[in-house]
């Protein structure tokens, strides 16, 4: 039971490590923040992040523009990352993706385990399902109908990108589960 528990740990930091391993490879004397900038797409939610970091709710990103009141953020999908850019700086982005690639995993997995399939299956549902994007991404390329439709639906639910869907991915399929795992204790406390 312990090994198998190490396959959840070890399949998203494969999936993780082969991602930034490349940036580092390829370019090994960029900054950290470049790499950060670069590598993780949706790039303007982060002076965001570093405003709720150092609680300024009122940030001025323009000169001409003289901000008096307080601004509206999307606090629920950055919150945490957050936090963690005020304890650990630019490299919070990287271990926070790490965390959510690891938990975004666990979830699927573990709803496919409660809805009735098998360790293996499971994981290779799971896996599968982390995989879809990069597939839908890699068929756009040809000339197949609703494959683009496929690609944005895929890349809006299933990818890492920060923080939609990182986040809002992982808070949706954390519901779906505890949704089923209410349903089944529902039925179990009725019989």
Avoid at 72 to 83: E, K, R
Avoid at 91 to 102: G, Q, R
């Amino acid at each position: 039971m312990i090994k198998k528990n190490y396959i959840l740990l070890i399949i998203p930091l494969v999936i993780f490590i082969g991602k930034w391993a490349l940036s580092y490879i390829i370019f090994p004397s960029d900054f950290l923040i470049t790499k950060v900038l670069i590598d993780t797409p949706d790039s303007q939610y982060y002076p965001i992040v570093k405003s709720l970091a150092n609680f300024d709710f009122s940030p001025n990103y323009n000169e001409n523009i003289k901000t008096e009141n307080l601004l509206t953020f999307p606090y629920g999908p950055i919150i945490l990352h957050s936090v963690f850019y005020k304890i650990l700086g630019n490299m919070s982005f990287i271990i926070l993706e790490y965390v959510f690639i690891l938990l975004f995993f666990i979830t699927i997995f573990k709803i496919f385990k409660h809805i009735g399939f098998s360790y293996n299956a499971s994981l290779f549902s799971s896996l599968l399902i982390l995989f879809l994007p990069t597939l839908a991404d890699l068929l756009s390329s040809f000339s197949i109908p609703y494959i683009h439709n496929l690609k944005i639906v895929l890349e809006s639910i299933f990818s890492s990108r920060f923080p939609r869907p990182q986040v809002t991915g992982l808070y949706y399929l954390v519901f779906i589960y505890l949704s089923l795992k209410f349903s089944a204790d529902i039925k179990r406390n009725t019989n």
